[in-house]
């Protein structure tokens, strides 16, 4: 397989509900042979799952978002158990802290978050990490709750290479998005230039974090090959390089058979 793999997206966002099989249909011209979509919440899980149910190239993973850590229930927890079941979910997530958005106290974020490691490590998969301006507890939680065990990847990552260093000595891969094609993008540029090649990994997040030349407006799937080019201009390798890389580590990442999607 030497297509793209985008390793998180929201495409059952309310944002494509108009054009929905468009988007997947330009993502699929543009390279991408597999993806990830992310189910996070009460109302993202379900259509999550139907969207990895209606395509063969899908995947979906299923979590918590730490900003609606305040409205999970012990029945949730025990749902997304179940749903990990699914042949079709790969990964636990996306899990993790949020201290930008203040809806969610943080000691509810925590208790949320180590709930959620425990059970990717019950059952044996990979989590996906969201941290926005909690670098230090992330990894502090991490590492107390032996999330090396399972390891998984830094979702979107903004933080120093310290921190990426921190990550990838627990066996996690490094994730970049849209931002890292923005001109001013110093600290990603200089994170993604010093990660491992087999730890790398690209991602849209769409409808968020549109990349050059479409930031501030909506991102989706396709896009993701203009990550891949920026990828490759700052480790400089080809983009076919960085398309086969970053495809064979989400593979592995995720425990994918490397057979073709149609």
């Known amino acids: 397989m030497t297509g793209l793999f985008d390793t998180h997206t929201h495409l ?14 330009r993502a699929r011209e543009a390279g991408v042979e597999r993806l990830v979509n992310i189910g996070f919440n009460r109302e993202t899980i379900p259509t999550t799952i139907a969207l990895a149910e209606r395509y063969d190239f899908i995947y979906a993973a299923v979590g918590w978002h730490p900003v609606d850590s305040i409205d999970m229930k012990p029945d949730d927890l025990q749902w997304i158990e179940e749903l990990c079941a699914h042949p079709k979910v790969v990964a636990v997530g996306e899990i993790g802290l949020d201290y930008h958005w203040d809806t969610s106290p943080k000691e509810v974020q925590h208790r949320v978050f180590r709930e959620q490691i425990a059970l990717a490590r019950r ?17 502090n939680i991490l590492q107390e709750e032996k999330a090396s065990e399972v390891g998984g990847i830094m979702h979107c990552f903004s933080g120093s290479w310290e921190t990426a260093k921190r990550c990838l000595d627990m066996g996690f891969y490094i994730s970049f998005g849209g931002p890292v094609t923005f001109k001013n993008a110093r600290v990603p540029k200089e994170v993604l230039a010093k990660v491992p090649l087999d730890r790398l990994l690209i991602e849209t997040d769409a409808p968020y974090l549109a990349p050059e030349p479409f930031r501030g407006k909506r991102n989706e799937s396709a896009y993701v090959k203009y990550v891949a080019e920026a990828a490759a201009v700052i480790t400089g390798k080809s983009v076919e390089e960085i398309m086969k890389i970053t495809m064979e580590n989400a593979n592995r990442c995720f425990r994918l058979e490397r057979k073709t999607n149609r």
């Open 12 to 25: 059952d966002s309310p944002r494509f509900d108009g054009d929905r099989e468009d988007v997947i249909k």
């Open 123 to 139: 059952i044996g998969k990979p989590i996906i990490i969201h941290n926005r301006d909690a670098h230090e507890d992330v990894v």
